[in-house]
Antibody
Framework: QVQLVESGGGVVQPGRSLTLSCVASGFTFSNYGMHWVRQAPGKGLEWVAVIWSDGNNKYYAESVKGRFTISKDNSKNTLYLQINSLRAEDTAVYFC?????????????WGQGTLVTVSS | DIQMTQSPSSLSASVGDRVTITCRASHGISSWLAWYQQKPEKAPKSLIYAASSLHSGVPSRFNGSGSGTDFTLTISGLQPEDFATYFCQQYNGYPYTFGQGTKLEIK
């Protein structure tokens, strides 16, 4: 069965950097697009970024463009999100989510999320 | 960006009831709409994609309809496990956007 397990969250000071990971299993990771979606405490869902199966096509929400970088390592079945210059408004649970297509479409499976808290 | 507006923001209902949640897009999105269910402290789960197609394993009491700008999610015969928050999401183009959510509570 499909499993997505995020890690890398924690309490981080403003301005610092962090890399989140999402290890995938139960499907051929290299064949599908993958996303990051975040949810601030008590708030709704916000799409963050997508990477297509080819690894070359990447798109970002305007709120994170230039600070966040999505990437993946097919040999490790792992999706990454590098977050630079962290701000208080980046505090959220970060979910990785799988596409059922190679480019980008809806999310058929989600990980359990990892909490990032930006605080001094 | 395409704005997604859900209504109502909260809803009280009883087991066995039929409820409808609506989602309106600020621009036409054809049928590129999905619905998700989220329980407290849990990840969202896929319910419906392409406006009306049921995700694998989702009970048939969930039904989605609509196209263009207006969409609905109907749950017939509410079960105790259905009390949760529901989000719509458009995937017509980037940035993907979500509705603000509808919290379905037990009356």
């Amino acid at each position: 069965q499909v499993q997505l397990v995020e890690s890398g969250g924690g309490v981080v000071q403003p301005g610092r950097s962090l890399t989140l990971s999402c290890v995938a299993s139960g499907f051929t990771f290299s064949n599908y697009g993958m996303h990051w979606v975040r949810q601030a405490p008590g708030k709704g869902l916000e799409w963050v970024a997508v990477i297509w199966s080819d690894g070359n096509n990447k798109y970002y929400a305007e709120s994170v463009k230039g600070r966040f970088t999505i990437s993946k390592d097919n040999s490790k079945n792992t999706l990454y999100l590098q977050i630079n210059s962290l701000r208080a408004e980046d505090t959220a649970v970060y979910f990785c989510a799988k596409n059922p297509c190679s480019t980008s479409c809806y999310f058929d499976y989600w990980g359990q999320g990892t909490l990032v808290t930006v605080s001094s | 960006d395409i704005q997604m507006t859900q209504s109502p923001s909260s809803l009280s209902a009883s087991v066995g009831d039929r409820v409808t949640i609506t989602c309106r897009a600020s621009h036409g999105i054809s049928s590129w709409l999905a619905w998700y269910q989220q329980k407290p402290e849990k990840a969202p789960k896929s319910l419906i994609y392409a406006a009306s197609s049921l995700h694998s394993g989702v009970p048939s009491r969930f039904n989605g309809s609509g196209s263009g700008t207006d969409f609905t999610l109907t749950i017939s015969g509410l079960q105790p496990e259905d009390f949760a928050t529901y989000f719509c999401q458009q995937y017509n183009g980037y940035p993907y956007t979500f509705g603000q959510g509808t919290k379905l509570e037990i009356k």
